[in-house]
């Protein structure tokens, strides 16, 4: 009887930590692609807002989960499109206008979704194959999980690929380590680079729309909570790598759920504090990384954050 309780708890955290790790995955994936042209977007937090709410509430709408995600990732694609305008065309700071757009964004969201407060809405199914599914642990866990999961895997696979076994990849790769000799080259810096922007902006938006559909079925205003800014952590935390990166949103998943289940086993520690635990962890992280300030300048592109001027 203990043991099929720890099982059953067990399996409980590990599942409720792949649905709070797929949202940072999905942010994470689009920031790497987009920090490996050269260009530093700031601005996830304000972009999964806006996919959040613009998913939930075409979702609503429509009754169709599909149309709500195609629209988060259309959302998410046109705000980055304006920080893409601004820093690449008009050669703006990046922080700046990244910073500007996470601001942007949260007032955004906060703005369209004031009619949707409060609205129930069905969460996106779950995959039930009989006999699989019903394994313990390892069956809720693989055979359990919703499309947009499997997706999310589905694209860190490709991501991976993409990066390091195709010409596209090495081209995007080639721009955000020397914009300069891309160009000499014949190749379209500010194209790519906005391209890379507008990839991010989706998969932000899809990460969002995770929250509002599936994580908590709701519509609130500031619920990623600071899920933007720990994707970003998980780029810098990977060292700009794909798998490290599928690794890195995951382990912060855990942090985050692992204080709820604290907190639920009745752990003798402050509910806030508990509370603070998956943000002490990404600084914790980061703090560790920065010991090793070599390592990441050997990972990190090296026009990362820098403007680029054909002129």
């Known amino acids: 009887m203990i043991f099929h309780d720890v099982i059953h708890e067990l399996t409980a955290i590990l599942v409720t930590t792949v649905f709070a790790s797929t949202p940072m995955l999905y942010a994470a994936l689009g920031e790497l692609v987009t920090e490996k042209s050269g260009v530093l977007n700031l601005g996830i937090e304000g972009m999964m807002l806006v996919g959040a709410i613009v998913g939930f509430a075409v979702t609503t709408l429509t009754g169709s989960a599909i149309f709500g995600v195609a629209a988060a990732a259309l959302a998410g694609a046109a705000v980055s ?126 990460g969002g729309s995770y929250l509002s559909l599936a994580y908590t079925p709701l519509w609130s205003e500031g619920m990623t909570a600071g899920r933007g800014w720990i994707a970003l952590a998980c780029v810098t935390f990977s060292t700009w790598r794909a798998g490290r ?26 509910p806030e504090f508990l509370s603070m635990t998956p943000y002490i962890a990404t600084i914790v992280v980061l703090v560790l990384i920065s010991r090793k300030a070599s390592l990441v300048r050997m990972h990190a592109p090296a026009c990362l954050g820098q403007v680029f001027n054909a002129g």
């Open 81 to 206: 499109s304006v920080f893409a305008v601004l820093t690449l065309l008009l050669l703006a700071n990046q922080v700046a206008c990244g910073l500007a757009l996470t601001i942007f964004g949260t007032g955004l969201s906060a703005l369209i979704g004031r009619s949707y407060i409060g609205k129930p809405l069905a969460r996106i199914p779950q995959l039930h194959i009989p006999q699989l599914t019903d394994i313990p642990l390892i069956g809720p866990l693989i055979f359990g999980q919703d499309a947009l999961v499997y997706l999310s895997v589905a694209m860190a696979v490709a991501v991976y690929w993409f990066l390091n076994r195709t010409r596209s990849g090495l081209i995007l790769r080639s721009v955000g380590e020397n914009h300069d000799a891309a160009h000499a080259l014949g190749y379209s810096v500010v194209g790519i680079r906005f391209l890379a922007v507008l990839f991010g902006g989706a998969m932000s938006g899809i």
């Open 245 to 270: 990166v599928l690794l890195g949103a995951y382990l912060f998943g855990f942090f985050t759920i692992a204080q709820l289940h604290a907190q639920a086993f009745g752990v003798p520690i402050a």
